[in-house]
């Protein structure tokens, strides 16, 4: 592990002003180039909620009908991220999507080698929008990385006619059209929006349970006039996703001096310089968490969040550096919040850092839990059942 020097930086002062916002208003371009015969807009279903953007814009969420597409990072190292959002949605009875046909974004590619080229991205993006207009459901991004290519993606397919040009022509040799939703949302928006509502399902205490907030600079900083805010919330002065929904839980938000910083997995050097990587996890961040709150948990709402700052520790851990905080992502904390079982939904056995004595903290006798998930298991390795099912997870 690399030895980086503990540097506090500044809280940033962000003077959010909304005479500096963006003149444009992108959906009424995109409802202009419809008009054109350019493209085909996807319009959010009702119901949908409205949460206030970064310039005061207000951004529709919305509430069902949703056409989940799935983060291939979560899938593969943190299912439990996922099966918690699908959870919170049956909890519900909400009708949503989940697809089969749906290809990876492929964003990793245009951020961390760009061996790719605009057209290309851009096709994969609206192959998927055009296979949630399909089936008639409204596309929610589970990754945060997703959520930032695919705002960008929108944004240049309107404002370049070449591009557009490009993208269909590949579309109809797929035998499909151009479209483009409305808006561009994220799971972790819908989470927010919904956490009224989570929060009177709520069984679970979580008033003495303190937490740090990573905002994913993926989500608020691509596109940043499209994220969340809220005037209760640091003043609208940073992003409010994720604070709201576990202030609405009851769980007690610590702030520290690195909350803008990266996690440490900035795409490219998590590839080519893993140590700096986890050094920069784990000393930019978990540890400064650890001096200035002490937190009970760390929460943040991207793949690549919760993957680095939850498996970076394991290197800090072998250089006795100050580490040992749980993380998660608000899905999970919702879903734990309402009642769902630590392992049969949120997956926790899948996360590196130990997070036992959280589980603890909150009451749960952790040691039936895990008894119980087990039993699911044994059932499964001697042919009783192929798979564990909804009914089964409760």
């Known amino acids: 592990m690399l030895h980086l020097p503990i540097l506090k930086a500044e809280d940033r002062k962000q003077v959010i002003d909304p005479a500096n916002a963006p003149k444009e208003d992108l959906r009424e371009e995109l409802f202009q180039l419809e008009k054109e015969g350019e493209l085909e807009v996807i319009r959010v279903p009702e119901p949908y909620m409205e949460l206030t953007t970064k310039f005061g814009r207000k951004k529709k969420i919305p509430v069902e009908k949703t056409w989940h597409h799935k983060s291939c990072g979560q899938c593969g190292h943190i299912p439990g991220y996922s099966s918690s959002i699908f959870w919170l949605n049956r909890e519900f009875?909400?009708?949503?999507?989940?697809?089969?046909?749906?290809?990876?974004?492929?964003?990793?590619?245009?951020?961390?080698?760009?061996?790719?080229?605009?057209?290309?991205?851009?096709?994969?993006?609206i192959r998927n929008f055009a296979s949630a207009a399909e089936v008639g459901y409204f596309p929610l991004i589970h990754c945060g990385t997703s959520f930032g290519h695919y705002k960008e993606v929108r944004h240049a397919l309107v404002h370049q006619p070449e591009l557009r040009r490009k993208v269909r022509a590949i579309m109809e040799k797929l035998g499909k059209k151009l479209v483009l939703p409305e808006e561009v949302v994220h799971y972790s928006e819908w989470v927010m929006a919904m956490k009224d509502r989570i929060a009177e399902k709520q069984t679970i205490d979580m008033s003495n349970i303190t937490a740090t907030v990573h905002p994913a600079c993926h989500y608020h900083k691509l596109i940043e006039e499209d994220a969340i805010y809220d005037s209760e919330i640091y003043g609208a002065q940073r992003s409010a996703i994720i604070t709201g929904t576990l202030q609405a839980l009851g769980v007690n938000v610590g702030d520290y001096s690195t909350w803008f910083d990266c996690c440490g997995f900035g795409f490219r050097h998590i590839l080519v310089s893993r140590d700096f990587s986890r050094s920069f996890s784990v000393q930019r961040k978990i540890e400064v968490m650890k001096e200035e709150v002490n937190p009970d948990i760390v929460v943040t709402h991207d793949t690549g969040c919760v993957t680095t700052l939850d498996q970076s520790q394991f290197a800090g851990r072998a250089q006795d550096r100050?580490?040992?905080?749980?993380?998660?992502?608000?899905?999970?904390?919702?879903?734990?919040?309402?009642?769902?079982?630590?392992?049969?939904?949120?997956?926790?056995?899948?996360?590196?850092?130990?997070?036992?004595?959280?589980?603890?903290?909150?009451?749960?006798?952790?040691?039936?839990?895990?008894a119980e998930f087990e039993s699911e298991v044994s059932d499964i390795r001697a042919g009783k059942k192929e798979f564990m099912t909804w009914e089964d997870a409760k």
């Open 322 to 370: 100050k580490v040992g905080l749980p993380v998660m992502s608000d899905s999970q904390i919702a879903a734990l919040a309402m009642g769902a079982h630590p392992y049969k939904v949120l997956q926790l056995h899948w996360h590196n850092t130990d997070n036992k004595a959280f589980l603890e903290k909150l009451g749960l006798d952790r040691e039936k839990l895990w």
């Open 93 to 125: 009875g909400l009708d949503y999507h989940d697809p089969t046909d749906q290809t990876s974004c492929t964003a990793w590619n245009y951020y961390a080698s760009a061996t790719s080229n605009p057209e290309a991205q851009a096709a994969v993006a």
